[in-house]
């Protein structure tokens, strides 16, 4: 007769260690005191196990997300909160006599706020005007006065010289707009809306792709980020020229140009993130989207802005974006191969420097390898 033996049952199993990214590796330590727990049921175990500690992940966002809102709060009020000319073009078409007195009057008020080029007659300085070498000027039609003015450099730009000019004169001086800007435009921002979506959309692009796929061979990240600079451009000329009409550059021009902004910000933002690692994400949001679009001109010219941050605008991307989008519409493709030039090398220098350090990295890495076959073969 076989005889059986009743096991006692077995303990049911712990639901901690069955629940979604709750699993631990036999052999593995639980989690200390400091590490995150999962209360909320179904994060991935990869997203768990890269979790920082819970007092990084709880300074690190505030003091990141304080040090950007802070930076971008002091640049944009420094810039725009109280704008003053420094060294605005200003024309003068008008006689010996009343030109210097309105320069004597200007500069008394503030000596450094405005540079002057004189016209023989009014139709020179129109044209001056039209190939945008000045935004406006002071012309004198035998005793009466006017103001030529182009109203596609925005309305602030022009208000704040009528009143310079007005003040300057003694009396109200009527203007004439010489330039004006489409119906689809009617404050003059199209340009700077266009250029900040593409800076935005262009970071995001380059932060995505690298937390994707960080080890992305570079000629493929290249690749990427020409699909994306192209339907970028096709999609902003589509919405602003072709459905809105508020840029009246060709969509050709369009498209490039904004193109161009889109690769030359995803590789200046790529570059950042493989130079600075975690901390490349902060600094490529406060160099490209603080700086870089307060120093467009998109808002107001670079001649407005505080002279610590007018430099800027001469070498950062989304102003010569902005320059040549406003040029190719209104100003006979005024600064537009000065802009593609210098969009063009913030591409190329952003990608030589990340082939550099790719290759920099790939030598280093080998190095161990290569010492270990040579130690093996002895």
């Known amino acids: 007769m076989q005889h059986s033996t009743e096991l006692p049952p077995a303990p049911p199993p712990d639901p901690a260690l069955h629940a979604p990214g709750r699993r631990r590796a036999a052999g593995h330590p639980a989690h200390s005191r400091h590490a995150l727990a999962d209360t909320e049921p179904g994060i991935p175990a990869p997203v768990l196990a890269a979790a920082a500690a819970a007092r990084k992940a709880m300074l690190v966002p505030v003091v990141t997300a304080l040090a950007i809102g802070t930076i971008f709060v002091a640049v944009y009020l420094a810039a725009f909160h109280a704008p003053s000319a420094h060294h605005q073009p200003l024309g003068i078409a008008a006689s010996d006599q009343m030109a210097a007195r309105t320069e004597l009057a200007l500069n008394t008020a503030d000596p450094s706020a405005y540079t002057f080029y004189r016209y023989p007659d009014a139709e020179a300085a129109r044209q001056a005007i039209a190939h945008d070498k ?3 000027a002071l012309v004198a039609d035998g005793h009466h006065l006017r103001l030529l003015a182009a109203g596609a450099q925005g309305p602030s730009t022009v208000s704040s010289l009528a009143a310079a000019v007005n003040q300057a004169v003694g009396h109200p001086v009527p203007i004439k707009d010489v330039r004006p800007l489409v119906a689809g435009d009617a ?8 250029a900040f979506g593409v800076v935005l959309a262009g970071f995001l692009f380059a932060v995505s792709s690298y937390q994707i796929a960080p080890r992305l061979r570079l000629a493929a990240r290249v690749a990427s980020m020409m699909v994306f600079s192209a339907a970028s451009g096709a999609a902003v000329a589509l919405i602003a020229h072709t459905a809105m009409n508020a840029l009246p550059a060709s969509f050709f021009t369009v498209a490039v140009v904004v193109g161009l902004l889109a690769w030359a910000t995803a590789a200046a933002t790529g570059v950042m993130l493989r130079l600075f690692g975690p901390i490349g994400m902060p600094v490529a949001s406060v160099v490209l989207l603080t700086f870089g679009n307060a120093t467009s001109g998109g808002i107001l010219p670079a001649t407005f ?11 950062l991307a989304p102003a010569a974006a902005i320059h040549a989008l406003r040029g190719a519409a209104y100003f006979h493709n005024a600064h537009l191969a000065a802009a593609l030039l210098t969009m063009s090398a913030w591409v190329v220098g952003c990608l030589a420097l990340q082939y550099v350090l790719d290759w920099v990295a790939a030598r280093r890495a080998a190095a161990p390898a290569s010492l270990h076959t040579a130690a093996a073969a002895r």
């Open 134 to 136: 000045i935004p406006a």
């Open 187 to 194: 404050r003059g921002l199209s340009p700077f809306y266009a």
């Open 305 to 315: 802005l505080p002279t610590w941050l007018s430099p800027l605008a001469q070498i």
